[in-house]
């Protein structure tokens, strides 16, 4: 014969405490310790051995953080017009008939701005550049080479 028996929560109606004593003894995380992994710090060292398991438990791991802004170092072409020579010598720039070929990023730059006379035909490459450099450069019969948008 099958009795069904009653769950022990319907007899704790009405009982304030659900037969765990006192009020206070079963209140809040502080009872089992703290919340998750809490008290694995230096002087836990009962649960160390659970941390050390857990590779992904120290360091930062996932998405990437936002707002990261990513540094721009600046250029003339004025600084351009007044080293091309010395940066050809150096062989940081390179000059193919009357075309000085130049790349700003091994010069350790990333954007070109419109400072400048631009007397000598340039071929720029760059990360970024203004719209004034770009059209200043193209007037005396160079071009700026900037990549394509996604």
């Not at 020579?85 to 990333?110: H, M, P, R, T, W």
Request: proline content about 1%; charged content about 35%; glycine content about 12%.
């Amino acid at each position: 014969m099958v009795v069904n028996k009653r769950k022990k929560l319907s007899r704790y109606r009405a009982s304030k405490t659900h037969g765990c004593g006192s009020m206070k003894k079963r209140r809040g995380a502080g009872n089992r310790g703290g919340r998750g992994m809490a008290g694995t710090g230096k002087r836990g060292d009962a649960k160390k051995p659970s941390i050390w398991k857990n590779k992904k438990y120290f360091g930062k791991h996932g998405f990437k953080k936002k707002g990261i802004i990513k540094v721009i170092k600046t250029t003339n072409i004025e600084f351009l017009e007044q080293n091309i020579d010395n940066l050809v010598s150096k062989k940081l720039a390179a000059k193919e008939g009357d075309v000085y070929v130049v790349d700003l990023k091994a010069l350790g730059f990333n954007k070109l701005l419109s400072n400048g006379k631009v007397t000598k035909k340039l071929k720029i490459t760059s990360e970024h550049a203004s719209a004034k450099a770009v059209e200043s450069v193209k007037k005396a019969g160079g071009e700026v080479i900037l990549p394509e948008k996604k």
